[in-house]
């Protein structure tokens, strides 16, 4: 600091500073305190004519020798030798002959982008060459060029983006830009990996790949195992013989099948690409996009409109084109005596024209015609067609047998001489073919209706006694009347249903029966109390 004495001392002297720190910049006291101090100026400049009673001259070539051993001090001062540089700050040597700017060392990264945060400005990227995810910071100067070569913003960066970043050392980007000596290959559907080899066969050609190869699904990292050749799509990039990202452009997911048991090793079309049989699993794994899936098997088939999500499953519900979608059946029905009287619910339907049409759904039938037995059952809708055949029982003939009158002289034990009931030996045993029958029970001939019967055998319905039987073939659908309880027919060998009507209630029974050799009985009269 310039010592500038007391204030006498300062006015009388010729200290510029002390006039700057007084007057200012104010010309117009400037001009006052030359005027005062007997000094002169040309007209254009500021400079003082040279007076023999001016010291100014000589305070300035004081002014100008001071400025030049300064110069001189900061010369030596940092022109030293090279001891005193730090290795790895500059590149190549500083000339001697003038000082120049400090050239700091940078960095260059071949990187596959994996996301940039536009609100913090970095980047994160997977150096690939050596195997490591990075993050790096970018600024308002930083350069971007797109893979035409266009300048481009960070933010228009895209995840799988293969760039050359090329950084200061605080590690600030300077410039990116596609990797000029790289390779690119588009649509790649027919990759082939050969994990073993750690190689890859495209469209012909080998290249390697390492373990940490980077693989971008879905704008993140996965794993190699997660790529399905054959169904996804990929674009490919490398440089020389090696494979240096795996961008997958066309992933895939899975169609899962929901309430599917109808279609089972039915035929299943999704979209134009695949025709399966419908496995039991019901699970498909697709190529990821929009398809019209058309699946049918029998009677049953529907149509819908899916999307297939990457790495998602898609549920498909089927069950309205299975059972679900039938909602109507026709029913025919066959009934002897002809011109019966069909009675469903208690209401008088004609069936004679053709086809009743009933929703799904279980109804309470009831046949009647004068002269035979009436009968009531059950009858379940839930099939587009079902035919029904039922056979009335004639009522047994009332008129009383008028006793034969006493012969004179005769023995009258009462024997029957009815040729239709003509009693054997004493065992009681009937004639009628050889069957043996309950008292009292109706025999009921089925040889025709379509079952695997034993002829030698029967089955025996013995309750609930004044109830009415009637037997179902499950592989028809066919149901026969047979008659009163008690009452028995012919044995049928494996399934079928015995539908058993008591008074309002009717039940169905499951049957199955294997050749045995033995007669079956029946009582059903617990299930009726």
Avoid at 151 to 160: D, I, Y
Avoid at 175 to 204: C, F, N, P, T
Avoid at 326 to 335: A, S, Y
Wanted: proline share 3%; net charge negative; aromatic share 10%.
């Amino acid at each position: 600091m310039i010592n500038l004495g007391d204030d006498n001392k300062k006015k009388s002297g010729n200290n510029r500073l002390y006039e700057q720190r007084v007057y200012g910049t104010d010309k117009q006291k400037r001009d006052q305190y030359d005027k005062l101090m007997g000094r002169t100026y040309t007209k254009d400049t500021r400079r003082p004519v040279k007076s023999s009673n001016s010291h100014g001259g000589v305070i300035a070539l004081m002014a100008v020798f001071m400025v030049l051993i300064f110069g001189a001090l900061l010369y030596l001062l940092f022109s030293g030798n090279d001891k005193n540089k730090k290795p790895g700050n500059t590149v190549g040597e500083t000339p001697t002959t003038a000082p120049t700017a400090v050239v700091e060392k940078g960095y260059d990264y071949t990187a596959v982008v994996l996301a940039v945060d536009t609100e913090i400005k970095t980047i994160k990227m997977y150096d690939v060459d050596e195997e490591i995810e990075r993050t790096l910071v970018y600024t308002g100067s930083s350069l971007f060029y797109a893979e035409q070569g266009s300048q481009v913003t960070a933010g228009q960066l895209k995840p799988g983006d293969f760039m050359l970043f090329n950084c200061d050392a605080r590690q600030i980007i300077k410039k990116a830009q596609w990797v000029s000596d790289g390779w690119e290959k588009l649509r790649i559907d027919d990759l082939e990996i050969q994990k073993d080899l750690h190689r890859m066969i495209i469209r012909g050609q080998i290249y390697k790949y390492s373990d940490d190869l980077c693989v971008i699904s879905d704008d993140k990292r996965v794993n190699i195992d997660a790529l399905l050749t054959g169904e996804d799509k990929y674009t490919i990039r490398g440089i020389g013989d090696t494979v240096k990202e795996i961008f997958v452009t066309v992933g895939h997911g899975v169609l899962q099948l929901k309430n599917y048991e109808d279609f089972v090793d039915g035929e299943i079309m999704i979209g134009s690409r695949y025709t399966e049989v419908v496995p039991t699993s019901g699970m498909f794994v697709v190529r990821e996009g929009e398809y019209k899936v058309v699946i049918s098997s029998g009677r049953f088939e529907g149509v819908a409109d899916i999307q297939v999500k990457r790495g998602e499953e898609t549920i498909l519900d089927v069950y309205e084109f299975g059972r679900g979608s039938i909602t109507e059946g026709d029913v025919n029905f066959k009934i002897e005596p002809f011109g019966a009287k069909l009675l469903i619910n208690g209401n008088e339907t004609d069936y004679l024209s053709g086809p009743v049409k009933l929703d799904f759904g279980s109804y309470f039938i009831e046949i009647q015609a004068e002269g035979y037995e009436t009968q009531k059952t059950n009858l379940t809708v839930d099939t587009l067609q079902k035919s029904i055949s039922i056979y009335l029982t004639e009522l047994a003939d009332t008129t009383p047998t008028p006793s034969p009158e006493p012969i004179p002289g005769g023995d009258n034990t009462g024997e029957n001489t009815d040729t239709g009931n003509t009693t054997g030996d004493d065992n009681g045993e009937t004639a009628d073919a050889g069957n043996t029958n309950t008292e009292g029970s109706e025999m009921y001939d089925i040889s025709t209706y379509g079952f695997t019967i034993d002829p030698d055998h029967r089955v025996y319905i013995l309750g609930p006694e004044g109830g009415m039987a009637a037997i179902t073939n499950l592989d028809t659908g066919v149901t026969y009347s047979i008659g009163t309880i008690p009452c028995d027919f012919q044995k049928v060998i494996g399934d079928m249903q015995i539908i058993v009507t008591n008074g309002p209630k009717a039940q169905v029974f499951d049957y199955n029966e294997s050749d045995d050799g033995a007669d079956c009985f029946y009582d059903f009269s617990g299930k009726f109390e």
